[in-house]
């Protein structure tokens, strides 16, 4: 069974850092394409965030381009997403997904088959 478990969520004041980390298991890691996603209240899920499987291949929202970096260690089968300069804007609950299909569309949540529980991220300006 496949498991992504979300942790390293918090309450930060704005220009602070967090990092995230999602821990997968049931999967083999280093085929999958993985991503970040979050959903603020009344909003809709959106993409963060996504690495694929070689790990070369980044993507970044332009909200959060030159401040969040996404990362993933292999052997760890684990996700990392650093994010600095915190703002208000980002406060969200922050996801985990993966998939062994990666398509184009790194920013559709829907295109991910496996997607973790989330984490809390408030960030108070």
């Known amino acids: 069974q496949v498991h992504l478990v979300e942790s390293g969520g918090g309450s930060v004041q704005a220009g602070g850092s967090l990092r995230l980390s999602c821990a997968t298991s049931g999967l083999t890691f280093r085929n999958y394409c993985t991503g970040w996603f979050r959903q603020a209240p009344g909003k809709e899920r959106e993409g963060v965030a996504a690495?694929?499987?070689?790990?070369?291949?980044?993507y970044y929202a332009d909200s959060v381009k030159g401040r969040f970096t996404i990362s993933r260690d292999n052997a760890k089968n684990t996700l990392y997403l650093q994010m600095d300069s915190l703002k208000s804007e980002d406060t969200a609950i922050y996801y985990c997904a993966a998939d062994d299909l990666c398509g184009g569309r790194w920013y559709r949540s829907a295109d991910y088959y496996y997607r973790g529980q989330g984490t809390q991220v408030t960030v108070s300006s």
């Open positions: 690495v694929y499987a070689g790990g070369t291949m980044t």
